[in-house]
């Protein structure tokens, strides 16, 4: 490749973002930001019970007309969302935009008010009645799937979405294995929380005559599917335009019913219409990531070594198949991905995506992996303490080796490159695992516990086509395309279609093009999250943006740069291959035509042009996909040192240390930033957040006082150690890096506070490990006693 | 509309407003309605992100459980009022510097709670630090930006003064 | 998430204050830094017809001595008993204190007759005025009274004030200079409402060894006398004083409250 270089500003360099300025001044512009003529507002009437039939709708005589439901909608075409999946066996949910006769959990939307404002949108669905007759609820997964459990969707046979075998037997290992562990493992449902919440801004553009509709997503593009298909509208009749988004994380990668509604009243009353969620319907009606459950058992040799690893899997989906993921990609992912970055043979997995009467489940950063990592480092940890060796050791004894890379794992992944164990190796040196050891030995003054903890895992990243065509979710990643085109006074125009939401891709992508034209960042732009502007795209989402659309902002670039040559050689009278593209300018031995002036040529002197000049000119669009349909995979293992205060069950993090590899970095500065940032959604997921249900479906938290995401003094100075293993598959050797903080927190600290309360004899298998469960895992190992 | 709509008289961001509010309407919406000051941000409308911090008398408060109609004679800083503030001048130049932002959306709210930090605390360790700036969330970041990028600011002006 | 509409006044003495609170034709409800009703506003968890902005009040905004009393007005804000500027009587509590509540930007508006008349368990005032032993001072129309602080916070969100009325002042007694304090909140993240609160005070100069749990879903439970203190601040014990309380059914609550305490005794004993 030899295209790297981490000086100037092109690939590796550790630039300023191009977005700050705006960002930092105020003068950004969010969908709740926007403020069209004549714009209304609205709110909506949510269902206050998990489960009911909707025996009747009161609408005060003064607001008929301003309050719709999905009569008026079915009335007008509207259809539900169907987001199916054609692996075998998959039932099908249909989930209209407002309740249609029956309600499926807390939050669902009912009906939706319009008014001048939203305190007067808000007071008319204050106004609205409804009448429900309560049914049986599934509060829980593992409940739900019991024979005479009450069904959330009448038809179907019991509430499995989708049940999925994955490996063969193994009871021969399970017969003979020296040593066996089991546990039973869990996560809490979560909800994403980006800062901003949705929102959406809809109107008719008379003028182009298009639905547009401004909404905070990650995926334009497939919003506009999706669109197309409930309201039967030409998808040449949608435009879905991004503006800055404040954090998506999963959660602003779908379809969303509300989307669907404002774009129908925008349509219907032929008025701007705009609806921002605010944090209570967040808490409430979006409680949708990351609740699994396993029984899971590991075999294993005298040593530690694995011989074999047996699960099953639940994951609460929620009430529907949400569009485009669907409700089986969770529960799907976790049986491929379980066995993690480690080299063993035997392997059974069975998954359940149950539906119950909670809100969709949608993927959160890192999908299936921060619960299968949680999952599976707490048995390598089990398995150490079944061997009495350190749980490092048992990591080297088990993952991949770099000899064997490229590898294709149990569940035939095709990890491409890197050390794993090195990785290990790394982590305990920096987190100095010998002073922790130490000290753990002589006790704490304070009578806290300390304990370290380790969690090793990879990452698919940029998925590529034949993974999700196997699921047969509506949407399957392609090649991605860019174009790329150079403006008449000689900077750049950068076109993609997947979105940036803090990911920095102003800034990187430029970055990119720079490394290939040369062109100072300064003079490049790119225009990004709209479908009127920018190729087609599945989005940003699953850590492939830098992959997918940097690959093709790369490649449309270097075509770029061969016309430049072309041009520029003609204008010096030089032949093609004496000239070389450096710096923004064509150059031949001490003759020098800049970009600029090539641009001038093609566009205002097109009499200079060669007669043989590509006609395409200076404006590119190409397509891009990575060596390998596997994608890429990178890598990380994080140690942390936790001091438990067995007292009152809390836990401080005293040191936390990230050993990653995520191959070239584009911007060093940026791939920490998301490593950060990522590290400490994973501190929330470990240690605080979950969104608890009562056995009637009713969440429990509804603001930032009972749903606590980690602040300031919650997450650690993390400190991150690089390896640099280039892709070979990829453009400049980078792979996928937005999710990898995510994933491995809950297991690094889960395992740190269970070396902690060893000498209790106590250990915790369930996130988050707040002190009220750390407290009754002490109290009852007591009990017990 | 509301019928108990009350006339307002304020500074914002240096300028003299004169407005007539519903009392209902909280001095956040006030900003960006009204005024047309989107900078001020809402993350929860119930006090705890801090993505609505502005300035009351030049005193951060949360603009979201702060009523516009309170605020009759008060002067208002948001964000857009600190282009000329030195001491935000220097927080902008930091937090690009140490990438203390991601997506932007809790950025003008940390801007104003640093602000008051860097001028309340010069003598704030970063323990100190992450303790004063606790009252702003970021899903973003994770903090470490944030905080490096205070550290720089008071380290500067510390040299600076001494 | 907007507030229900309401009308709003922002009288300028505490006599047109009062009148206006004693307006029975209407649900009426006094507003001070609006740091505890604001959010129940926007949530619709409070729907009040008018709303009487007490903060314009000079008098309550004062903090003066009187004999070896503080006297702090009712809308004087955490941010400024943090920042200090008055005779501080506790030697340094009521400082400490105040920089711990919510976040600096909360302090600046929210008050501490706010605090206390919306009396939640778990607000440090209610638990360290009690622990001090402060009084309040009650005003309505037919005039003031003082209420010892063990009798105005009667239960989640109770207080001993009547419809119409306003604490105007809190009274805080003077500590010795042989005065120990111990404070101890558990709380999960910075400026988080507190899951059990220890407060503690000796002062062998005024014959007061006081024990305050707190954030108990109840009233703060006053223990006086040196039973807790040495090694007396055990479960069983406690389990006897939150007899009643919702913590003491349930053992991990009774533990954290134990342990809150126990390591504010810890504070005075060091
Ligand atoms: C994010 C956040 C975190 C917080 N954390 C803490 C914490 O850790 N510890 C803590 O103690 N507090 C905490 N608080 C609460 C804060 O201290 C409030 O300021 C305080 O509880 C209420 O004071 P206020 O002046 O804002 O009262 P308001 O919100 O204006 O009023 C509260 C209630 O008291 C009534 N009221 C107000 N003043 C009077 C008066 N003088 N007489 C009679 N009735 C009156 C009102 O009608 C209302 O019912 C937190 C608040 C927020 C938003
Ligand atoms: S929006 Fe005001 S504190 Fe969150
Ligand atoms: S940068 Fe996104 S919330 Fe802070």
Redesign the interface.
Known sequence: MGEVSTAGSGVGARVRRKEDDRLLRGRGRFVGDIALVGMKELAFVRSPVAHATITGIEIPEEHRGTVFTWADLAAGGVKPIRAVSGLPGFKVSEQPALADGKVRFVGEPVAVCVAATRAEAEDIAASVFVDYAELPVNSDMLEAVTPGAPKVHDHWPDNVFLETNVGGTIAEIAATAPVKVSRTIRTARQCMVPLEGKGVVAHWDRHVEQLVLTTSTQMPHIVRAGLSECLDLDQGLIRVVAPDVGGGFGWKGLLQPEEIVAAWIAMRLDRPVRWTEDRREHLVAAANAREHHYEITAYADARGRLLGIEADAWVDAGAYSVYPFSACLEAAQVGSILPGPYDFAHYRCRTFSVCTNKPPIVPYRGVARTGVCFAMEQMIDAVADAVGREPWQVRLENLVPPEKMPFDNVTKKHFDSGDYPESVRRAVAAIELDGWRARQKAGEADGRLIGVGFATYCEQSAHGTAVYHGWGIPMVPGHEQAQARITPDGGLELRVGVQSHGQSMETTFAQVAHEVLGIPLEKIKLVHGDTGLTPYSTGTWGSRSMVMAGGAVATACRTLAERLRRIGAHLMQAGPEAVVLEEGSVKAGAAAVTIREIAHTWYRAPQLLPADVDRGGLEVTAGYKPGSDHGTFSYATHAVAVAVDPEIGQVEILDYVVVEDAGTMVNPMVVDGQIYGGVAQGVGTALYERMPYDAEGQPLASTFADYLIPGFTEVPHVRIIHMLTPSPYTEFGVKGIGEGGAIAPPAAICNAINDALKPLGVTVTNAPMTPEVILCAIAETRGAA | ????A?TISLTINGTRVEASV?????LG?FL??RE????????????????C?IL?DG????S????A??C?GRSVT???GL?DDPVAAEL?EA???E?G????????GM?V?AR?VVL?RPDAD??A???????????????????NAIRRVIDARNTNAG | MKAVDFDYAQPATLDAALELLAREDVMVRPVAGSQSLGPMLNLRLAQPELLVDITRIAELRTIRQEGDRLVIGACVTHARLEDGDYPDVTRGVLPSVAAVIAYRAVRNRGTIGGSLAHADPAADWVNVLTALGADVVIAGTGGRRSVPMTDFILGVFETALQPGEIVAEIHVPALSDRARWGYYKVCRKTGEFSHATGAVLIDPARGVQRCVAGATSGKPVVIDGPALFADGCTEAAMAAHLAGSPAADDPIALRTHTVALKRAIAQVMS
Request: glycine residues 10%; aromatic residues 4%; proline residues 6%.
């Open positions: 509309m509301s019928t108990h009350k519903p009392p209902r309407q909280h919406d960006r309605e047309l000051l989107t900078g001020t941000h809402l993350g929860c409308e119930h006090g705890v992100c801090g993505a911090t009351i005193e951060p408060a949360r979201c459980i702060t009523f109609v309170a009759d948001t964000v857009e282009d902008r937090f690009s510097a990438h932002l991601q997506c932007g959306f809790c950025t003008p801007l709670a008051d309340r970063n323990p630090i992450r303790t004063a700036m606790s009252g702003n969330l970021c899903r973003c970041t994770g903090y470490v930006g944030i905080v």
